[in-house]
C-alpha cells in the first residue's frame, strides 16, 4: 500500500546544531503534517502544510511543502535537548474529509553526550 | 475546544484475559477515530479506523477488534490476549475540514504489558 518514506531513522546531534529530515512519497499529498512524540506520550502536532511550496514556521522549526507535492521537510534550527524524542510525517490518502491519515515511521532525534 | 481522552493509561494483563480500551472524544461530531499501535521505540501501526457509527475498517489481521457504539466513542478489545499484543496503544480522531487537509489529533496512550 502508499507508504511514506522519513529519514533518516536516527539522529545524534549537538546542542545547537540545525536539523534536518524528510518525508517523501510515491504519491500526491494535499496535506503535510509533523508530529513530535515525547517519551510516554501521545505524538503532538507541531506544523501543518496545506499547500505546495508553503513554507511555515514554528519558533525554531520549519517546515516545507514540497513543490512536487511528494515530498516534506522539516527543519529545528539551534538544537535544544527538549528537542529530544521521535518526530512523525504524516498525510491523508485522498481528498475527502473521511481520508484515511497514513505516518511515516518515524525520525528519532537524540543528544549526543 | 476538542479533547480526546483514552483510559486505562497503563494496563498488566496475563495472557488469555481479555482487554478493553476506551475513547472518547468530546467538541466535535462524527469525527473519524483511529486506534495505533506502537512498539517500543517503534513507528505508529494503524490497527482501526472508523469514519462512523458501526464503520470499522481493520488493517492489520490480528486478535484484537474495534467498535465504536456512540458517535464520539471508540473502543479496542480482545478476547484472549497475546504476549505479542504488548505495547503503547493510542487512540486519535481527525475531523472534517472543508477545503483542507484533515489533521489528527492524539489521546494520551495505553500502556499494555501482557505477562
Known amino acids: 500500500g502508499q507508504q511514506l518514506n522519513q529519514s533518516p531513522q536516527s539522529m545524534f546531534i549537538q546542542e545547537g546544531e540545525d536539523v534536518s529530515m524528510n518525508c517523501t512519497s510515491s504519491s500526491i499529498f494535499n496535506t503535510w503534517l509533523w508530529y513530535k512524540q515525547d517519551p510516554g506520550e501521545g505524538p503532538v502536532l507541531l506544523i501543518a502544510l496545506y499547500k505546495a511550496g508553503e513554507l511555515t514556521s514554528n519558533g525554531r522549526l520549519t517546515a516545507q511543502f514540497g513543490i512536487t507535492r511528494k515530498d516534506s521537510f522539516l527543519n529545528i534550527s539551534a538544537s535544544i535537548p527538549s528537542d529530544v524524542g521521535i518526530y512523525f510525517c504524516a498525510g491523508p490518502l485522498g481528498y475527502s474529509s473521511a481520508s484515511k491519515i497514513i505516518f511515516g515511521s518515524g525520525t528519532r532525534l537524540s543528544i549526543r553526550p | 475546544s476538542q479533547t480526546i481522552h483514552q483510559w486505562p493509561a497503563t494496563l498488566v494483563q496475563p495472557v488469555g484475559s481479555p482487554l478493553s480500551l476506551e475513547c472518547t472524544v468530546e467538541?466535535?461530531?462524527?469525527?473519524?477515530l483511529y486506534w495505533y499501535r506502537q512498539a517500543a521505540g517503534r513507528g505508529l501501526q494503524l490497527l482501526f479506523y472508523s469514519v462512523g457509527i458501526g464503520q470499522i475498517s481493520s488493517e492489520v489481521p490480528q486478535n484484537l477488534s474495534a467498535s465504536r457504539p456512540q458517535d464520539r466513542q471508540f473502543i479496542l478489545s480482545s478476547k484472549k490476549l497475546l504476549l505479542s499484543d504488548s505495547g503503547f496503544y493510542l487512540c486519535?480522531?481527525?475531523?472534517?475540514?472543508?477545503?483542507?487537509?484533515?489533521?489528527?489529533?492524539f489521546g494520551e496512550g495505553s500502556w499494555l504489558t501482557v505477562v
Open positions: 467538541g466535535t461530531s462524527n469525527p473519524n
Open positions: 486519535a480522531w481527525s475531523g472534517h475540514q472543508q477545503g483542507r487537509g484533515n489533521t489528527i489529533y
